[in-house]
């Protein structure tokens, strides 16, 4: 293969690889340049290594060359959010405390990359535990603004072509926030779908482990060798997974309804976000129907709030007996605001999640897919000091649905804007097909008005 | 679809599900019906609770029927031999010391059952300890005859067709042999490509998980399923598996080289099984090349007995500690050889072994397979008080090779009789595709004989 090869899709990487027309050493080589082009400015690396990178490219290639099995994502180089444990990396979670830490053993998802033949290419940057206090990463769009957080390293390490695909994690809108900043798809498939063992807990209740790629097609091939039943994670589920590349790559069946919601905090959009966002409601036209907010929605999101600041609480305790020292100060505000939650409140906000569960899931019985934005609008400066406002994902995470975020829209900077999709829990198949339905839908319409 | 389900392969049933012509609940209840009719005189099943099967068979159905995800063994059932834990069944270990003993977590093999939507039927019975003192189980072509063992439920199960497939284990013989006393498929893929976290260990060296099935691609098909790297099972491999239905499917892209060594123990084999085992190699022609034993080939079975033995103690002296008075005189003078070698011997023992994989990696260089007998001929009577002689399995075995028993032969009581190919390490796939050659060749030439 000839060309830039990091502007090959995973997919065609790993086709071009199984063909033989392709060689991980090379794929990963030209990463690994990009990487050394770019990295003094993006900063997406925790830890990379390319001498390690480069002999498990080259394994990869052996193993074909031998005629030996190839998995599917064979000699693809993937990266890692810093919160997921890997035994030949370490995994420093953001923060000083675990700077000299090193798991013993790999994440389960790591497992699943080994077996599909995946290189790990390193770990990305992430914000402090996962929360908010930002890593030093910058958006490639523009390295004067944040790519969003916290799976910040995951969202720029793609978007800035260093490689193909990435791992994250959502506990409010960690993933499709800095998706929609850095210009990427991104993916937090249904609740369970991927297990988060060997992943850091900040919330038992909200984690969900989440993807970063070029293209729908890769976002759901990778979620589909990610995704695996195991029952030591409480949330994943004992039953088949949805085959996301399949729904990736279906043709809707007839033309899908999507739901708009007007909720009340969509006053925090930015004029060019909520503008692109009114110009995707007209190009759906018919498909498109619009609700004024349903109060239960709106209240989701002090829910969500509650059990987040309540179980971070739990989970960050034993850390500050022995680190309060090198803690932020948005780690330390969130332990204040933990504490002053009495367990009832706690009860009552998992009851509320519960039942909005059941307001979904009715929902989806009318609709395949609801529309809402992903961010505020573009990335912030780095000015700001924080990663943005994940108030446009925190109830859909809540309620454990599947969310997708697409860069569908620029802003006025001409900063990527993505607009999200919501599915049904368990038909992350219909959400992708439905997704790729807009999207083509939306290329047509621009194609028709040039 | 009509007629008696349990007739289907699981790969048809498995069709007929995903399109909607057969429900799991008709096809477990089918089985069901045919384990009422004939378990008084089989005695497959350690543990089954019809209520329970069924309802897993109508979750599959609801989740089908809702057009959730399905899975590879979407509502098709499943046997596993009962040293192989489940949180939601015993696992006794074919003794009465373990009678009690419910698992408080699914072995990883059950989590991928669980994932690809198969219905677990139950537990079938093992010989104690998955060592050598016989279940009760009987042959299901012949009351009076030892189904072998240990995997002896699981075979048998398999043969009277009370579930369509089943999982087994072997540590020298375990899957081989029982399926060929039954006249099953059995399959004993590379070492490590399952996972044995969760499997009763005797010999962490030796012990590996096998399948049963009625068609070639019944078995690979449920390889497929269970094949996962689990960093948990030191053998288990962190690269891609073969894909086995592939391989079981593909044509041979040039008429496959197989060998034959006559080894010494070969005086073992009874008339109507030599006499077979001429012909299919007469059948196969020029394809088959015979060499005489190499001496370290006969050496081999001592260093497995070795290895067994020593292990097998270790493992044992525990639980001999507190129920010395239940445990068969078998495993007694397991402990009693186990106790008489040396750590020299054991650690020279391990050394041979490794040097047999080597040893094998070079021969497969010239050929696609190496063919055996995959036991002395024809089951044996009950009244013998043993499953049978696993000389014909352990070399294999030892070096951890796949290894595959088909029902090619029938012995003079009409009785069958099953021919054994034994693969390269982690080419299992090249083992399946030259099995299904040497199939078709013969069942060609058995037409062209008629």
Same mark, same amino acid.
């Given at each position: 293969m000839k060309g830039d090869l990091t502007l090959l899709s995973a997919v065609q990487a790993a086709e071009g690889m199984m063909a033989g027309r392709l060689t991980s050493e090379a794929l990963v080589s030209a990463y690994l340049a990009r990487i050394d082009a770019t990295e003094n400015t993006?900063?997406?690396?925790a830890w990379l290594d390319k001498d390690h990178a480069l002999a498990q490219a080259r394994e990869a290639d052996r193993i074909r060359r031998a005629g030996g099995a190839t998995g599917a994502l064979h000699g693809v180089p993937v990266g890692l959010k810093d919160i997921v444990d890997t035994v030949d990396m370490?995994?420093?979670? %953001?923060?000083p405390v675990f700077a000299d830490r090193r798991a013993h053993t790999d994440a389960r998802l790591v497992e699943r990359l080994r077996e599909a033949g995946a290189v790990i290419m390193g770990k990305t940057k992430t914000a402090e535990f996962a929360y908010l206090?930002?890593?030093d990463t910058t958006n490639p769009h523009d390295s004067t603004r944040t790519p969003g957080g916290s799976s910040s390293g995951s969202a720029a390490a793609v978007a800035a072509r260093h490689v193909p695909l990435a791992v994250g994690a959502q506990t409010g809108g960690s993933v499709i926030r800095p998706a929609s900043f850095c210009g990427t798809y991104g993916f937090k498939p249904?609740?369970?779908?991927?297990?988060?063992? %060997?992943v850091f807990r900040t919330s038992a209740s909200l984690d969900q482990v989440g993807v970063f790629g070029a293209t729908l097609d890769d976002i759901a091939l990778l979620t589909n060798v990610l995704g695996c039943y195991d029952q030591?994670?409480?949330?994943?589920?004992?039953r088949p997974r949805p085959d996301m590349l399949h729904g990736a790559r279906s043709d809707a069946p007839v033309e899908p309804d999507i739901a708009w919601f007007d909720l009340p905090?969509?006053?925090?959009?930015d004029k060019d976000a909520a503008e692109g966002l009114e110009q995707v409601i007209a190009a759906l036209g018919p498909r498109i129907e619009r609700f004024p907010a349903a109060p239960q929605l709106a209240g989701l999101t002090d829910v969500h709030k509650v059990i987040y600041d309540y179980e971070i609480t739990k989970n960050m305790e034993p850390i500050e007996a022995d680190f309060a020292d090198q803690l932020s100060a948005e780690v330390q505000a969130a332990l204040v605001r933990g504490r002053a939650i009495s367990e009832a409140q706690y009860t009552e906000a998992l009851d509320v999640k519960s039942s909005a569960n059941a307001f979904f899931a009715s929902h989806f019985n009318d609709f395949d897919a609801i529309m809402a934005p992903s961010a505020t609008g573009q990335a912030l400066p780095l000015s700001a000091g924080n990663t943005g406002d994940a108030i446009f994902c925190t109830i859909w995470t809540l309620a454990g649905l599947p969310c997708l975020t697409m860069p569908l829209l620029v802003g006025e900077n001409g900063l990527p804007i993505g607009v999200q999709f919501i599915g049904a829990v368990e038909e992350d198949d219909r959400l992708l097909r439905t997704a790729a339905w807009v999207q083509n839908t939306l290329s047509q319409a621009g194609e028709e008005g040039d």
């Open positions: 993006v900063r997406a690396w370490p995994t420093q979670r %953001g923060t206090h930002p890593a249904t609740r369970g779908v991927i297990s988060r063992s %060997g030591s994670d409480p949330d994943s589920f004992a905090f969509h006053d925090r959009l």
